[in-house]
């Protein structure tokens, strides 16, 4: 890894850890979900750097792939997950966290325990650190937790940590947060993130979240959806990205900004990003943090 690629890592990680507590100050019960996305998408830009993807803002058991649209109504409540990215030079700080909105909070063992699995893979990072050794220490954590405790916490297994890359959010490896075989080593950067649950552990596909990739090259024949199309390859190239990002670029209504994409979708121009949704309805919590592994060193960007 050259340095200034290196650089531009650690730089998108001090942004992200700003944001991180912007963000935790502005949250509140009862604040919109959008209020929340405008405020976390400007704050990002006045520090230098570009939103990697759409703030994730996903409630109670929404694991993930939920960020709202101008004119959205959703409120913070129960438990809420913020999933942001910070983008530097195209290099990418990968960070989460949960934060309980209930009187009597409801959430705060499970946020405590999804953090100190965290924290307990964040002492084993090191370089010629292998994939599986992250799992096993996910696992032990959980287990140790559970008995004694005597909870029955779960974390959802079809959800893992990955490989990042320049403009790439998943760039090949997947970290799983489970016991496993996979011998591959750490290296460059990645982001660990275990989701953990009080339901069965796994997800299903819900309803679109309002995050979209480009997933092809076609073209489109309406002036103004080729307008759309040019400057979502020459922004965003394959990073996700959403509405709120559009808006305000184009000497266009908001709903014809809605048709256009939903015109791509259904071309295949475009991917929008299924909600991921706990399968039997249990709350989430989600915990991330960015490393970089060069060299004989380790540095966690975001934490």
Excluded at 18 to 25: D, L, N, S
Excluded at 64 to 76: F, L, Q, R
Aim: glycine share 8%; net charge negative; hydrophobic share 40%.
């Amino acid at each position: 890894m050259q340095q200034s690629e290196f650089d531009s890592y650690v730089k998108a990680g001090e942004i992200s850890k700003e944001i991180k507590k912007f963000a935790r100050g502005l949250i509140k019960p009862g604040i919109k979900l959008i209020d929340v996305a405008e405020a976390v998408d400007a704050k990002i830009f006045e520090l230098g750097g570009v939103p990697a993807f759409p703030v994730n803002l996903s409630l109670n058991e929404v694991a993930a792939h939920y960020t709202p649209a101008p004119g959205d109504d959703k409120v913070a409540e129960g438990i809420l997950k913020v999933d942001l990215g910070v983008a530097v030079d195209g290099f990418i700080a990968d960070t989460a966290f949960s934060v309980d909105l209930t009187e009597d909070g409801e959430y705060k063992e499970m946020i405590e325990l999804n953090e100190k699995i965290l924290s307990d893979v964040t002492e084993i990072v090191k370089p010629g650190v292998l994939a599986k050794d992250v799992g096993d220490k996910v696992q032990d954590t959980l287990e140790e937790w559970n008995s004694e405790k005597d909870s029955s916490f779960a974390v959802i297994k079809s959800l893992s940590g990955h490989a990042l890359g320049k403009d790439s959010i998943h760039a090949g490896l997947t970290i799983s947060n489970y016991r496993n075989e996979n011998g591959a080593e750490l290296d460059g950067a990645f982001a660990i993130e275990p989701f953990v649950t009080t339901g069965v552990g796994d997800i299903y596909e819900g309803p679109t979240g309002g995050i979209y990739v480009l997933q092809s090259d076609e073209n489109v024949r309406d002036r103004d959806a080729r307008e759309v199309l040019k400057f979502i390859k020459e922004t965003f190239v394959t990073r996700p990205f959403c509405l709120r990002f559009l808006v305000g670029e184009f000497d266009m209504s908001l709903n014809k900004l809605k048709l256009i994409l939903k015109g791509m979708v259904k071309r295949g121009i475009l991917h929008e990003y299924p909600m991921l949704i706990e399968k039997s309805k249990g709350p989430v919590s989600q915990a991330e943090n960015t490393f970089v592994i060069r060299d004989d060193s380790v540095v966690c960007t975001t934490g």
